[in-house]
């Protein structure tokens, strides 16, 4: 069971005045939902209301998401200002996300710069299922994706995101026949149960909404736990992922 997060394990990577870059836990909301359990959202409000003793709410931007059981680096906005900005330089394809995740097996094509489907959520179900790109409601997924190492059984792999649709990674990876290691939503017997899921938010590029300077932050996987601990991601950010691809 995931520990509640309180504000003492709120992980902050960058703060300015207008923007607050941190590292979301896996099976931690990006923003509050259904649920109610403690979400990223809260979590930074009650962190910028002790933090400048501030009367009353504090003002914090969703500008994109992270899926629950994903983990890894998120920018919320801390004006209305900078998360208009934020949410257009995302509409105009100036806000890059990259993820590492661990596949059940190896895809036939190791590289593949735009892996295309089209994508429709059951929201009964809270699934999300390829279908023909003519059926009302289907939206397009756009992902690049390279094989970084693999061995007998799984492999670790950097995806770029070109949209952000609901469950994408997970969905599009298991098209393929190689769903995430832990996804038992859409891995069914092919992965592990009892795992958190093998899919983290690695990088973030984007440029300030105010100075306009380009930011790049980048955080590691937890590299000690399984399955992360049979490959080295550490490497591969350090190395690999500074070239596109």
């Excluded at 309180?6 to 909301?29: A, F």
């Excluded at 998360?83 to 990259?98: C, M, P, T, Y």
């Excluded at 996804?183 to 093998?198: I, V």
Aim: charged residues 25%.
């Amino acid at each position: 069971m995931t520990k509640a997060l309180t504000v003492e394990d709120l992980n902050i990577v960058y703060e300015d005045n207008h923007i607050i870059v941190v590292v979301k836990p896996q099976n931690i909301p990006a923003c509050p939902d259904e649920t109610g359990d403690p979400d990223m959202i809260s979590i930074i409000k009650d962190y910028l209301i002790k933090t400048y003793d501030k009367k009353g709410d504090a003002y914090v931007g969703l500008v994109h998401r992270l899926d629950r059981p994903t983990g890894g680096v998120m920018v919320y906005a801390k004006t209305s200002k900078a998360a208009a900005r934020l949410s257009e330089s995302i509409r105009n394809g100036e806000f890059d996300k990259r993820y590492f995740a661990i596949l059940m097996g190896t895809p036939r094509e190791k590289q593949v710069n735009y892996l295309t489907h089209y994508l429709k959520k059951d929201v009964e179900r809270n699934m999300v299922y390829v279908a023909p790109m003519s059926e009302e409601g289907a939206k397009k997924a756009v992902l690049s994706y390279k094989i970084l190492e693999e061995n007998a059984t799984m492999s670790l792999v950097d995806i770029k995101l070109f949209t952000g649709r609901s469950h994408q990674i997970r969905v599009q990876m298991s098209t393929l026949g190689t769903p995430l290691f832990g996804d038992q939503k859409y891995g069914g017997d092919k992965t592990p149960a009892g795992y958190n899921l093998a899919l983290w938010a690695v990088e973030l590029k984007f440029l300030h909404p105010v100075s306009k300077e380009k930011m790049m932050f980048r955080v590691y996987p937890p590299c000690e736990d399984v399955p992360w601990k049979f490959f080295d991601p550490k490497r591969f950010l350090a190395i690999s992922i500074r070239n596109e691809y």
